[in-house]
């Protein structure tokens, strides 16, 4: 029963997720505070229910979870810090793609942050032991250096015989009679000049720097940076201009080293630092020896935490959605559910409070509502492509009728006829086979945003690779050249005379025909000189054939969106005008293509039916439109079949009296139909008065009887979405759809010609691409042609996967998106809806890490 009744207040109707988008139910839950976070996980695991905010005015610091949420925030916060101190290291966090963990339950909650806690205070400490150790090794190697490079300083300053003070810089020197004093170290290499000019200008001169550069960069342990330093050693005199040259080195943050003036000293000093030195390589070994097992641990471990805290954050974000009662007793939410998963919800509820042993069961009711729901299509490996496309122009209305459905077939069928080529479309197919066949592995790459976009698309791919090679069969073409598959039916009279003076081949119909090609072309027009002429005809019929279709089909479709949202006037007032003012005129056009092609033969002994009195089927619409007649040539008639002019301007009439049906008449009957309704709800009104005499006192209550039971913002919302649009809105929003529809029947029909422009540019460039490339190797003899072979073919290799199948197919695939979101959808789909965004564990984090 109460199934049944879910069933009804949600709205019955078949299952058909991908003709239209599934059905939804707005669905009202009342947790206990107690098994709201394992409910929410549950319903996260199962990925179909998307709830509504009910807190909207209320801003993120002021909901009841806010301080949990800041809990998940430092979580975040010290992965990201183990993330980064792992990338130090050279080690990179593989992203889980599935066998997600489930999310961390309340106790293991702390747990969590106990473990996440100490790990970050491990890992600190270890950076801080790492940064002291590198920190002596790098002052170890620069007194070793200092010591080094200053035995020259020293020997310069012995050969001019001066007297240096025994003690260095690094103890208070006594009063000395004209001896010098030194300071040695180490500064960065782009404070040299400054460092040595303050200097001068401190000690007026009286002091002398000797520098030389250090042989390798070395690496700052702090912030990982290859840095260039210059060794440098002061000399001066007096005991005052040493504590400046001190104070100047400090400020310049150069690091001063003790260094003897004594030779013998600076060998002992050297010896002792490279006994250092090796202790303390040893140590920093062992150290990161430890850095590196713990770090790898953790690496192991890494994926999972991540995965748990977005869990938990993503549950404390939709608990903050809910609205909490008064007393706190009980967290109060709304969510959109499709209808199939109801009973599973229903399941998964009761089973969340069994489990945890709450005494009041979950409550879960079914609302009922005006608010548009969001719209969910159904798909699956080979739809989720296509499904891409149209969500791309807009999200469908709640039920709207699904182009995605036809343009699995519209879409490479179009492209196919622009991109008509059995080589290049054979290309394209390996790479979509390719992709589909080893979709399991190659779902598991991340190479970036572009590879996101073109594995989705695999099917779309392969698609589009089949139909290509079967519109280049039907045009006989591959790579530029034709195959003779049933036998030309053309028997032209070329003989040696004929060469001589014609060496172009031009096909005659009415002397050279003999018969039909069963399929496709003929394979012997790629070498007539009149090609161009028949396939310029030929591909431009075929595109405005195809264009009336597509379009008359997309008119024809809106039929289905009337049905379903019972706008039965909309039938009348807006498809049959519509449908009609596109037949009258582009339909009639079609037709005359295909009775041309009929009535005129080049075989019949009637002149006036033969090729040259054929009239041009453009030249006779445009003299349709502007009712004039031509003149015909000499033995041929002005029209095909006789009352041609009565019947097109009976045509014209018609299509004429559409625009105005379209533009005047759903005004009109919504006019109407509001006078109607305004008259027969004059003598009811929307309240029922009932007057109850309750001691001695007369109390009216007004109860509302539709919306009897529900809150008073619910009643509030109702009224509003009842508003009536004004008929002001009505008439102009009709007359831009009036004009829009009548323009772009016209301009729609014209854009169709870019299956002709396209497949004819396609031809012609793998035409000069083979003339001009490949074939200039073939002509080639001996050695230097065999060589010449094998390096022109890979240039025409290149040029024909990087321009032919790359860059004409991406253009022929941007093209044929056009025709379906502008031509095609425009006919019949709004794209104004919202899309479903379920709480779904999997998609976030398969979303989140191919980000």
């Given at each position: 029963?109460c ?14 997720s ?5 059905e ?18 549950q ?39 183990a ?66 490079k200053?035995?020259q ?24 009679d ?13 404070r ?17 720097v ?17 840095v ?15 504590g ?10 150069a690091?001063?080293y ?15 630092v ?13 150290t990161e ?8 641990v ?23 959605m809910f ?22 919800v ?34 699956n ?10 969500d ?7 039920r ?46 991340r190479?970036?945003?572009?590879w ?17 090679i ?9 790579f ?36 039909t ?6 394979p ?48 009348l ?6 449908v ?12 005359m ?17 033969s ?25 041929c ?11 097109e ?14 533009l ?49 913002h ?35 029909t ?29 002509q080639m ?14 240039v ?17 695939f941007?093209?044929?998106?056009r ?11 709004t ?9 779904s ?11």
């Amino acid at each position: 029963m109460c199934s049944k009744l879910k069933g009804w207040m949600c709205g019955t109707g078949p299952q058909d997720s991908i003709f239209r988008s599934e059905e939804m139910c707005l669905a009202q839950m009342f947790l206990q505070p107690e098994a709201s976070y394992e409910t929410i996980a549950q319903l996260g695991e199962m990925g179909c229910v998307q709830f509504r905010d009910m807190n909207e005015g209320i801003t993120a610091t002021q909901r009841k979870f806010v301080n949990e949420v800041r809990r998940c925030d430092e979580l975040e916060r010290k992965i990201r810090y183990a993330t980064s101190e792992l990338s130090k290291d050279g080690l990179k966090v593989v992203d889980l793609i599935e066998d997600f963990p489930p999310a961390p339950k309340p106790k293991e909650i702390i747990e969590l942050e106990t473990l996440l806690e100490k790990t970050e205070t491990e890992i600190i400490e270890l950076s801080a032991n790492n940064v002291r150790l590198q920190t002596n090794l790098l002052e170890l190697k620069e007194m070793i250096q200092v010591l080094e490079k200053t035995e020259q300083f020293f020997s310069d300053q012995e050969s001019h015989n001066f007297d240096v003070n025994k003690r260095g810089t690094h103890k208070d020197p006594e009063q000395c009679d004209g001896s010098l004093g030194f300071v040695a170290g180490v500064i960065r290499r782009e404070r040299q000049f400054a460092f040595e000019r303050m200097l001068w200008r401190l000690s007026r001169g009286n002091v002398l720097v000797r520098s030389c550069q250090m042989d390798e960069p070395v690496k700052d342990p702090k912030t990982g940076d290859m840095v260039y330093k210059t060794i440098f050693v002061v000399f001066f005199q007096g005991d005052q201009l040493q504590g400046r040259i001190r104070k100047v080195c400090t400020g310049f943050h150069a690091t001063m080293y003790p260094c003897p003036s004594s030779h013998l000293e600076r060998l002992d000093m050297i010896k002792s630092v490279h006994v250092r030195l090796e202790d303390l390589k040893i140590i920093i070994s062992q150290t990161e020896d430890h850095r590196s097992c713990v770090l790898k641990v953790i690496k192991k471990q890494l994926p999972n935490w991540t995965a748990m805290v977005k869990k938990m954050k993503a549950i404390y974000h939709t608990l903050n959605m809910f609205n909490v009662d008064l007393g706190s007793k009980c967290l109060i939410g709304e969510c959109w559910v499709p209808k199939r998963e109801l009973e599973d919800v229903e399941t998964v509820l009761s089973e969340a409070s069994l489990a945890l042993g709450s005494t009041v069961p979950t409550i879960f009711n079914i609302l009922e509502t005006k608010k548009t729901p969001p719209t969910y299509f159904r798909t699956n490996k080979f739809t989720y492509g296509f499904q891409v496309l149209i969500d791309a122009y807009g999200i469908a209305e709640y039920r709207e009728l699904n182009p995605g459905l036809y343009t699995c077939i519209s879409f490479p069928f179009l492209f196919a006829v622009m991109f008509g080529d059995m080589g290049h479309g054979f290309l394209v197919f390996l790479l979509g086979l390719w992709m589909v066949l080893d979709e399991n592995r190659l779902s598991k790459t991340r190479a970036g945003e572009i590879w996101k976009i073109l594995f989705g698309g695999r099917y779309i791919i392969m698609l589009m690779g089949m139909f290509a090679i079967y519109t280049g069969f039907i045009y006989n073409d591959c790579f530029s050249k034709s195959f003779n598959v049933f036998g030309s039916h053309w028997a032209v009279q070329y003989n040696r005379t004929t060469v001589l003076t014609n060496p172009a081949l031009q096909l005659n119909p009415t002397t050279d025909q003999r018969g039909t090609y069963p399929m496709g072309i003929d394979p012997i027009w790629q070498s007539a000189s009149n090609k161009i002429i028949f396939l310029n005809t030929y591909k431009m019929k075929l595109s405005i054939i195809f264009g009336v279709l597509h379009m008359v089909f997309g008119v024809c479709l809106s039929v289905e969106n009337f049905v379903y949202y019972k706008k039965y006037s909309y039938i009348l007032l807006q498809f049959v005008p519509q449908v009609i003012f596109l037949l009258m005129l582009f339909g009639y056009m079609v037709f005359m293509m295909f009775y041309k092609w009929v009535q005129y033969s080049p075989s019949t002994t009637d002149i006036a039916h033969s090729p040259g009195c054929a009239p041009s089927v453009l030249i006779m619409f445009i003299d349709m439109i502007l009712m004039k007649t031509e003149t015909p040539a000499k033995g041929c008639t002005s029209s095909m079949f006789p009352a041609q002019r009565e019947l097109e301007t009976i045509l014209f009439v018609v299509a004429i009296i559409c625009i105005p049906w379209i533009l005047l008449g759903l005004p009109i009957w919504t006019m109407c139909k509001r006078k109607y309704m305004r008259k027969n709800t004059e003598h009811f009104g929307d309240t029922i008065m009932e007057t109850l005499e309750i001691s001695g006192k007369e109390v009216i209550i007004t109860e509302f009887p539709e919306h009897h039971g529900k809150p008073a913002h619910f009643k509030e919302e109702v009224e509003e979405e009842e508003e009536e649009e004004p008929m002001s809105e009505i008439w102009i929003h009709q007359a831009i759809h009036t004009v829009e529809y009548i323009l772009s029947t016209i301009s729609h029909t014209a854009s169709y010609l870019r299956l002709w422009a396209l497949s004819l540019a396609h031809a012609e460039l793998s035409e000069v691409l083979w003339t001009m490339v490949l074939s200039e190797a073939l002509q080639m003899s001996g050695y230097v042609g065999c060589i010449a072979v094998f390096i022109i073919f890979a240039v025409w290799v290149f040029f024909t996967i990087a321009i032919m199948v790359m860059m004409e197919g991406l253009s022929a695939f941007l093209h044929t998106l056009r025709l379906h979101w502008v031509e095609f959808m425009s006919k019949f789909y709004t794209g104004t809806g919202y899309e479903f965004q379920p709480l779904s564990f999997t998609a976030m984090l398969t979303a989140e890490d191919e980000a």
